[in-house]
Antibody, heavy 122, light 107 residues
Framework: EVQVVQSGPEVKKPGESLRISCKVSGYSFTTYWIGWVRQMPGKGLEWVGIIYPADSDTRYSPSFQGQVTISVDKSFNTAYLQWSRLRASDTAMYYC???????????????WGQGTAVTVSS | DIQLTQSPSFLSASVGNRVTITCRASQGVGSFLTWYQQKPGKAPKLLISAASTLQSGVPSRFSGSGSGTEFTLIISGLQPEDFATYYCQQLNSYPFTFGGGTKVEIK
């Protein structure tokens, strides 16, 4: 069974760093893209970026470029989303998900993690 | 960036109704358009990819159509479990943007 499991909720202060994780199982990690999506409280979905674990080819939304870093550790079948300096405006639910098609990101995301709630408050 | 405009943003419908949601793109996206369903407190669920391909396990009352800049999601015979928010997403070019969502509520 394909599974995507995200790390637990985080409460941080502005200026702190954070890395959240997305661990997959049940398929070959390196052959499907992994994407990240933000959902601020009461708002819609926003595309953060996407990575291809085989070669770490990464694409970011301009809205998030320079604000976050997406990476993978193939040894642990895990993708990461990290911040070096959090802001209150980063408070949101963050989802990771797998591409629906082998090595192709253009057909949507079919298996989603449960989401990681990030709260940034002083 | 390609902007996606969904309409309506909110609709109230009864069980059994036929529901139509439209997604318009600011420029052509070919058929690289997907539809998701999201229920409160849950992750999105992929319903339709490539504009019209129903995902495995998704009821046949859901259908998608369109290409280029105009796309439609139809729910033929709304069921109680269909009350949710629906999002379109274009995956033709980076960044892969989402529409603003359509909330379907019980009338």
């Amino acid at each position: 069974e394909v599974q995507v499991v995200q790390s637990g909720p985080e409460v941080k202060k502005p200026g702190e760093s954070l890395r959240i994780s997305c661990k997959v199982s049940g398929y070959s990690f390196t052959t499907y893209w992994i994407g990240w999506v933000r959902q601020m409280p009461g708002k819609g979905l926003e595309w953060v970026g996407i990575i291809y674990p085989a070669d770490s080819d990464t694409r970011y939304s301009p809205s998030f470029q320079g604000q976050v870093t997406i990476s993978v550790d193939k040894s642990f079948n895990t993708a990461y989303l990290q911040w070096s300096r959090l802001r209150a405006s980063d408070t949101a639910m963050y989802y990771c998900a797998r591409s629906a098609v082998f090595s192709n990101p253009h057909y949507g995301m079919d298996v989603w993690g449960q989401g990681t709630a990030v709260t940034v408050s002083s | 960036d390609i902007q996606l405009t969904q309409s309506p943003s909110f609709l109230s419908a009864s069980v059994g109704n036929r529901v139509t949601i439209t997604c318009r793109a600011s420029q052509g996206v070919g058929s690289f358009l997907t539809w998701y369903q999201q229920k409160p407190g849950k992750a999105p669920k992929l319903l339709i990819s490539a504009a019209s391909t129903l995902q495995s396990g998704v009821p046949s009352r859901f259908s998608g159509s369109g290409s280029g800049t105009e796309f439609t999601l139809i729910i033929s015979g709304l069921q109680p479990e269909d009350f949710a928010t629906y999002y379109c997403q274009q995956l033709n070019s980076y960044p892969f943007t989402f529409g603003g969502g359509t909330k379907v509520e019980i009338k």
